[in-house]
């Protein structure tokens, strides 16, 4: 945690020297100096932070079709978003679970979960995330982000999440 | 059937010894039976009369044992015990002697007359006797002993003896069932294994709720469960006996195991193992720990169950786009399919008899529990849920127990008759699922 917060301010302290120097006018009659936030870089942010869904089009999920393990062009982006967090931070590893609505057999659901899982794990891997990385596990229908028994529960359910795991894969 | 046991074994487990076997030999005539398969059945009305006791403790205890036997007989559905504010005859003393006439009187076909006695060394002892109201021939005379704790086996054991005397079919009362009891939150569901006798009663957990646990089935001896649980984020498939409580991993597998049940012998598991996405059904020999691989493909191909004598295995897969129900040589050898109408099927389960799979069907939003026979033909949907599935057979091949979730309810337990009558909610301490019926037990 250290060292992250180390890494941010000098990340900050990096982009500051290179960014606020063409932003400012050094040239001009007004003396003044302009500041502005910059966004921090991608190394800095947590998981949480890159996940966060309000700030992000993308979040720590993508969502499948029902009794389906293909990946929509929604989860394609998310993917790639999450494999630029995996090159940003080398040292980190991640647990992708797969997980299914309510509206199948338990035992099938848990072979779907680990199809979805790994259909996830394979789009990272492609983008160049190496397999060791990457640690799935299946669910099946034991753990729905929502209760409730209606379609738009069984859609938020049938999802791959992604969170970094500290396991090691 | 009974064996005599010895009366003290170092296991010190339930001794039940025949002390008596007075059966008067049955002749052809206007035998009293149950028919279970004539779609007119009426069940049979039947006397039980509260055994016979002389001190208040065996009173007690006779009134229990008449109330277990009351409850598994009229829960068959195939019986009609009648209310014993009815009976003419009613002193203990004198229904040892019955007078006919009286029992006919009230309507009943079959009596049962029975004696407690409570020994010095703790035992408790029954004697009970079967009768034809009808002939007033004795069809069953026996008496069972065993600890006094243990009197609701003695209770479930006299149930069995009558319902076979009476139906021609082995019974299924004396039997356990090991189950997946659920509590807290949808979203973080904490699920326990739990064992509890048939009619629901000695319920106790077998695990704390720490680990996820899942699809608990019992070895052919009662005495061990082979399920799923989740292990430090591995989800493997473990063997429980039940006694000692000791869990033990089964194989070396680098994906997630799952979906196992025992081999008809004991000796094998099969089950589901999950590796790069893929899902097959690998057999292990328990001694040998040598594991073959019995599917290969690229589908969900899960829920393995053998057939009674071992010879085959039906499992459900999706190879076909949409998962459907084969049959498949314990090789993996001949792979067939056998359900070929619309929706999904899952879950199948081969009958200890071998005439029928049970089922778990999925066709538009709903949920069916069915059976059909081995080669697919004369499939009979026997209930239907919101959400039911995962069937389980009684030893006898009779009645099916699954669980159901109403919308916006929780999963329960419910038995039914292979008829498809008389479904009946199982009564557990909390919410419950994944249900399995054990064998008969022994002794």
């Known amino acids: 945690m250290k060292l992250r917060l180390a890494l941010v301010v000098l990340a900050i302290g990096l982009a500051s020297a290179s960014c606020t120097k063409s932003s400012g006018n050094s040239t001009g009659n007004n003396s003044t100096v302009r500041q502005s936030e910059l966004a921090r870089p991608l190394p800095g942010k947590t998981w949480q932070e890159y996940t966060e869904p ?4 993308y979040s720590d999920r993508v969502f499948f079709a029902y009794d389906r393990f293909d990946l929509d062009g929604d989860a ?15 040292d980190a590893s991640i647990l992708v679970a797969g997980h299914a609505d309510d509206r199948g057999t338990r035992e099938y659901n848990l072979g779907l979960g680990a199809k979805r899982a790994t259909a996830i794990r394979d789009m990272l891997i492609a983008l160049g ?37 500290t396991g090691g894969a | 059937m009974f064996l005599p046991s ?11 010894a025949i002390l008596l076997w007075v059966a008067v030999p049955a002749t052809a005539a206007a035998q009293l ?34 109330g277990v036997v009351t409850d598994d007989l009229g829960g068959s559905g195939l019986f009609r015990p009648i209310d014993p504010n009815a009976f003419v005859q009613r002193d203990g003393s004198e229904v040892l002697a019955p007078r006919f006439n009286d029992w006919k009187g009230i309507g009943a076909e079959a009596l049962i007359t029975s004696r407690v006695f409570h020994r010095t060394n703790g035992d408790v002892r029954i004697e009970f006797r079967l009768w034809d ?37 082995s019974g299924y009362f004396d039997t356990r069932i090991v189950y997946v009891s659920e509590s807290g939150p949808v979203v973080n569901r904490v699920k326990r294994l739990a064992i509890m006798d048939q009619d629901g009663a000695n319920q106790r957990f077998l695990t704390n709720g720490e680990n996820l646990v899942l699809t608990p089935r019992f070895s052919p001896s009662a005495q061990e469960i082979t399920y799923l649980e989740y292990v430090g984020q591995k989800p493997r498939v473990y063997i429980l006996d039940i006694d000692s409580g000791q869990r033990e991993i089964v194989g070396d597998f680098a994906g997630m195991t799952f979906a196992p049940r025992f081999s008809p012998d004991g000796n094998k598991i099969v089950m589901s193992m999950a590796r790069d996405g893929n899902t097959e059904i690998f057999a292990m020999d328990l001694r040998t720990r040598a594991t073959e691989r019995l599917t290969r493909h690229q589908a969900i191909d899960t829920s393995p169950s053998y057939s009674p004598d071992g010879s085959k295995i039906v499992f459900d897969s999706d190879r076909s786009g949409r998962q459907k129900i084969y049959v498949m040589n314990a090789d993996g050898s ?26 778990t069907k999925l066709e538009e939003g709903s949920f069916f529990i069915g059976v059909m026979r081995p ?3 004369g499939e009979r949907i026997l209930a239907q849920g919101y959400l039911a599935e995962g069937p389980t057979w009684a030893p006898n091949g009779r009645v099916l127990m699954y669980y159901k979730k109403a919308r916006g309810g929780t999963a329960q337990l419910y038995s039914i008759d292979l008829t498809g009558r008389n479904e009946r909610p199982v009564e557990t301490s909390e919410s419950a699922s994944d249900p399995a019926w054990s064998p008969l037990l022994n002794n």
Request: aromatic letters at 6%.
């Open chain 2, 334 to 359: 001949a792979v067939r399919r056998i359900s070929n109408r619309p929706g999904r099927y899952a879950t199948p389960v081969w009958s200890p008899r071998g005439d029928l799979i049970a089922f």
């Open chain 1, 54 to 57: 309000s700030k992000n089009g």
């Open chain 2, 6 to 16: 010895p009366k003290s074994g170092p296991c010190r487990r339930l001794i039940l």
């Open chain 1, 129 to 165: 995330v190496n397999t060791r990385r990457i640690r799935t596990i299946s669910y099946g229908k034991e753990r729905p982000a929502v209760a409730g028994d209606d379609e738009d529960a069984y859609q938020q359910n049938r999802r791959g999440v992604a969170r970094p795991s």
């Open chain 1, 76 to 90: 394609e982006a998310t993917i790639r978003a999450w494999a630029e967090w995996l090159r940003a931070h080398r």
């Open chain 2, 33 to 66: 039976t149950v028919r279970i398969d004539d779609p007119n059945f009426e069940p049979l009305p039947i006397a039980i009369v509260a055994p016979q006791a002389s001190a208040g403790d065996e009173r007690a205890t006779a009134e229990r044992i008449a």
């Open chain 2, 133 to 169: 109201v009808s002939t007033g021939r004795q069809m069953i005379g026996r008496a069972l002993e065993t600890r006094r704790a243990n009197w609701r086996r003695l209770a479930h054991k006299m149930s069995d003896a009558i319902y076979r005397r009476l139906t021609g079919e």
């Open chain 2, 375 to 377: 080669d697919g033909e």
